[in-house]
């Protein structure tokens, strides 16, 4: 945006810090520095064994899994995400994917990616918030790396209930059958990169992970925005 329409847009419109709340200078997007400087990154780059990647040990066999940052119940990172997911800050997602992808590529985690593959929505839920936040947390990624966007790979089929109050097997149970791989789409043995926003148990990913395994697809990495410390 051009600098000066920005300031007459901020002095009628103050823009705030998603995080904390204070005005935004003239420079800053979605977030204040302060609350960028200290956003609680986990810095697993391209270590194997990261924490994120034991969520998967015994379950499914991943290539290689990160995450940006880490979040607590109520902490105020988690709030980020929740005006992310259900407020419409829809293009904070792309901005935080892109500052994930530019922090990490140097790390080798994007390497031999072939498709970068959102979770997907369920048609009633994606008519009902308008966008899904996995996808421009994806585009912010694509941007990038140039990795090409795959948002016909998977398919979200069953409409199922909110899992915010469940135990790990009920939500396992629950996400198992919920979604479907297309066939023809990508080959076989691409390496595909599932990106999600949030993960605590990792149940909606294990459920992508084995769709696209049902499909043959075995080379898979998963990267999450944030995950639950
Ligand atoms: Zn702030």
Same mark, same amino acid.
Request: hydrophobic share 35%.
């Given at each position: 945006?051009?600098?000066?329409?920005?300031?007459?847009?901020?002095?009628?419109?103050?823009?705030?810090?998603?995080?904390?709340?204070?005005?935004?200078?003239?420079?800053?997007?979605?977030?204040?520095?302060?609350?960028?400087?200290?956003? &609680?990154?986990?810095?697993?780059?391209?270590? &194997?064994?990261? &924490?994120?990647?034991?969520?998967?040990?015994?379950?499914? &066999?991943?290539?290689?899994?990160?995450?940006?940052?880490?979040?607590?119940?109520?902490?105020?990172?988690?709030?980020?995400?929740?005006?992310?997911?259900?407020?419409?800050?829809?293009?904070?997602?792309?901005?935080l994917g892109n500052l994930f992808a530019r922090e990490n590529a140097a790390t080798g985690f994007f390497d031999s990616i072939d498709y970068l593959v959102p979770v997907p929505l369920h048609r009633r839920k994606l008519r009902q918030r308008g966008y899904n936040q996995s996808e421009w947390i994806a585009q912010g990624i694509a941007d990038v790396t140039g990795i090409p966007l795959c948002t016909d790979l998977l398919e979200c089929v069953t409409d199922r209930p909110s899992q915010t109050r469940k135990g790990i097997y009920d939500r396992w149970l629950s996400t198992r059958e919920a979604f479907k791989a297309n066939p023809g789409i990508v080959p076989a043995d691409s390496h595909v990169l599932l990106v999600d926003d949030v993960v605590t148990t990792g149940a909606t990913l294990l459920a992508c992970g084995k769709a696209l395994g049902d499909?043959?697809?075995?080379?898979?990495?998963?990267?999450a925005l944030s995950l639950a410390k």
């Open positions: 945006m051009y600098g000066w329409l920005r300031d007459i847009g901020d002095f009628f419109f103050p823009r705030c810090c998603l995080v904390c709340g204070r005005v935004l200078l003239h420079d800053e997007d979605f977030l204040c520095c302060h609350c960028l400087l200290n956003l &609680p990154r986990t810095g697993y780059g391209n270590v &194997p064994d990261n &924490p994120m990647e034991q969520l998967f040990y015994g379950k499914l &066999p991943v290539e290689r899994c990160n995450a940006y940052f880490l979040f607590t119940e109520g902490g105020d990172y988690r709030r980020l995400i929740h005006r992310i997911k259900y407020n419409g800050e829809k293009e904070c997602g792309a901005y499909l043959g697809i075995s080379r898979i990495s998963i990267c």
